[in-house]
């Protein structure tokens, strides 16, 4: 069965660094776009970042650019998202979801740009 | 960015009723539309996609609805495993962006 398993998440302080993993199993993860969605305590849903399944195509929120970078390893299974410049507002539950649709055609590159499988969330706390 | 509007942002229901929730964009987004259910501590569940499209294993008591602007997301006899949160999602613009919930809750 599809798994997303969140690590990396702790307490850091204003302005640190931290750098989130999710291992995926029971797909093929080299076929699939991922995502990185956060909740802040208590609130709602906010996109943070997307990947294509072959890492050649990102972009994230406004509200990370320039400090956090999505990136993943096909050989490992792995997505990451590497997070700098910590502010208390980047405190939440960061979750891994899966994109249902990622491909090249002679238009361009499709995305589905909605989550089918999500992990269960990883916690980062900034706070001194 | 594309605002999504949910309304209402809460509301209580018995089992067995018929419970609409709204979503409104800020432009028009096709039926670009999604629509998860979240529990508390747990993470979100793709319920419908494509405006209209009910995902795989998701009971047909969910069903969505509408178009351009606006949206619907309707549950037919509420079971009392239907007590969550509901969020809609649009997947027109790159830059995503989820409607601000609505609670359902048990009267």
């Known amino acids: 069965q599809v798994q997303l398993v969140e690590s990396g998440g702790g307490v850091v302080q204003p302005g640190g660094s931290l750098r989130l993993s999710c291992a995926a199993s029971g797909f093929i993860f080299s076929t699939y776009g991922i995502h990185w969605v956060r909740q802040a305590p208590g609130k709602g849903l906010e996109w943070v970042a997307a990947?294509?399944?072959?890492?050649?195509?990102?972009h994230d929120a406004d509200s990370v650019k320039g400090r956090f970078s999505i990136s993943r390893d096909n050989s490992k299974n792995t997505l990451y998202l590497q997070m700098n410049s910590l502010r208390s507002e980047d405190t939440a539950v960061y979750y891994c979801?899966?994109?249902?649709?990622?491909?090249?055609?002679?238009?361009?590159?499709?995305?589905?740009?909605?989550?089918?499988?999500w992990g269960q969330g990883t916690l980062v706390t900034v706070s001194s | 960015d594309i605002q999504m509007t949910q309304s209402p942002s809460s509301l209580s229901a018995s089992v067995g009723d018929r419970v609409t929730i709204t979503c409104r964009a800020s432009?028009?987004?096709?039926?670009?539309l999604n629509w998860y259910q979240q529990k508390p501590g747990k993470a979100p569940k793709l319920l419908i996609y494509?405006?209209?499209s009910l995902q795989s294993g998701v009971p047909s008591s969910f069903s969505g609805s509408g178009s351009g602007t606006d949206f619907t997301l309707t549950i037919n006899s509420l079971q009392p495993e239907d007590f969550a949160t509901y969020y809609c999602?649009?997947?027109?613009?790159?830059?995503?962006?989820f409607g601000g919930g609505t609670k359902v809750e048990i009267k």
């Open positions: 432009q028009r987004i096709i039926n670009n």
């Open positions: 999602q649009q997947s027109y613009s790159p830059t995503l962006t």
């Open positions: 979801a899966r994109d249902p649709i990622n491909y090249y055609d002679s238009s361009g590159f499709h995305w589905g740009y909605y989550f089918d499988y």
């Open positions: 990947i294509s399944y072959d890492g050649n195509k990102k």
């Open positions: 494509a405006a209209s």
